[in-house]
């Protein structure tokens, strides 16, 4: 039998991030994702899109807003 390991990917790491109280920098996920700048900023836009979050920028760090 083989065990089935739960795929977590980047953009679910990138999202999970964004969702910390005080939020992420672009330098946080792109360590955490090993992305370059325009890679994180295109997965939040896309990631935006998909799954209808509310994510802004402020002081420099991307949140999820609370709707």
């Given at each position: 039998?083989?065990?089935?390991?739960?795929k977590h990917?980047?953009?679910?790491?990138l999202?999970k991030?964004i969702?910390?109280?005080?939020?992420?920098?672009?330098?946080?996920?792109?360590?955490?994702?090993?992305?370059?700048?325009?890679?994180?900023?295109s997965?939040i836009?896309?990631?935006?899109?998909?799954?209808g979050?509310?994510?802004g920028?402020?002081?420099?760090?991307?949140?999820?807003?609370?709707?």
């Amino acid at each position: 039998m083989i065990a089935t390991k739960s795929k977590h990917t980047k953009a679910q790491t990138l999202i999970k991030l964004i969702s910390r109280p005080n939020g992420a920098t672009v330098d946080e996920l792109m360590k955490a994702t090993s992305w370059q700048r325009h890679t994180v900023r295109s997965v939040i836009s896309t990631e935006k899109k998909k799954q209808g979050l509310a994510i802004g920028l402020v002081d420099g760090r991307y949140k999820l807003a609370n709707i």
